[in-house]
C-alpha cells in the first residue's frame, strides 16, 4: 500500500519536470533573441492554428517576437517584423496522439492535410515550422508579407536547436500558401496513429 501512495504522489512531481525542461528551453530561446526581439504576451493576435489551439493539455503559451528596428517588408512598407510563437505540451504521448490526429483534420486556418504527405499547397496559411518532440508541440509562424527565405533557414534552424532532437517530426509551410513538407521523421501515410 506504501509503494502505491508514493507511485501517485511522484505521479505529479514527473509532469512537472517535463514542464520545467520545456519551460527552460522556451527561456533560453527568448533570451537568445533578446538583443533583436521584444516579447509579447498580450493581445497578440497571430494566425488561427485550428484545433490544436483549443486541446486540452498540460502545459500551453503562447507569445510574440517583435522585431526592435523597422525593416521593408514584401510590400516594401517600413514594419517591424513579427514571429508568433505557440508551444503545447501534453502529459503523456498518446494524448499527443489523439492531439494530432483531430489538429490535422483541422489544420491552420482550417486546412486539412494528411500525415507523411507533402502538399503544394495550403490555402491561406502563413509561413510556418512546427517541431513536434516527445510530449510537447512548437509552433512559429509569421505573417505572410513578411516572409524571406533567408531568414526563414534562419528560423528553422532555432527551431531546431531550441525545441526539436534528432526524433522530431518536422512540418514546414515553405512560403505564403505552402508548400507544406513534412522535412524530418515524416509518419508512414500508411500508418492510422493520426489518422
Not at 507544406?180 to 489518422?195: E, F, M, Q, V
Amino acid at each position: 500500500m506504501k509503494k502505491f501512495v508514493f507511485i501517485i504522489l511522484l505521479i505529479p512531481r514527473l509532469l512537472l519536470g517535463q514542464t520545467d525542461e520545456l519551460n527552460q528551453r522556451i527561456n533560453a530561446f527568448k533570451n537568445d533573441l533578446s538583443t533583436n526581439y521584444k516579447v509579447k504576451t498580450l493581445n497578440i493576435g497571430g494566425e488561427r492554428l485550428g484545433t490544436i489551439e483549443y486541446e486540452d493539455c498540460l502545459y500551453r503559451t503562447k507569445f510574440k517576437l517583435e522585431k526592435l528596428e523597422k525593416q521593408r517588408d514584401n510590400l516594401n512598407r517600413n514594419v517591424k517584423f513579427d514571429i508568433f510563437m505557440t508551444i503545447v505540451e501534453f502529459s503523456d504521448t498518446d494524448d499527443l496522439n489523439w492531439a494530432m490526429k483531430r489538429w490535422l483534420k483541422d489544420f491552420i486556418d482550417g486546412s486539412q492535410i494528411r500525415p507523411g504527405r507533402n502538399s503544394r499547397s495550403v490555402s491561406n496559411a502563413n509561413p510556418s515550422i512546427i517541431v513536434i518532440e516527445g510530449n510537447s508541440i512548437s509552433i512559429l509562424n509569421q505573417p505572410c508579407m513578411q516572409f524571406e527565405a533567408i531568414e526563414y533557414r534562419n528560423w528553422r534552424s532555432k527551431m531546431l536547436t531550441y525545441f526539436g532532437s534528432p526524433s522530431s517530426v518536422i512540418i514546414e509551410i515553405g512560403g505564403c500558401g505552402g508548400p507544406l513538407n513534412w522535412t524530418k521523421n515524416a509518419p508512414d501515410p500508411r500508418d492510422r496513429t493520426w489518422k
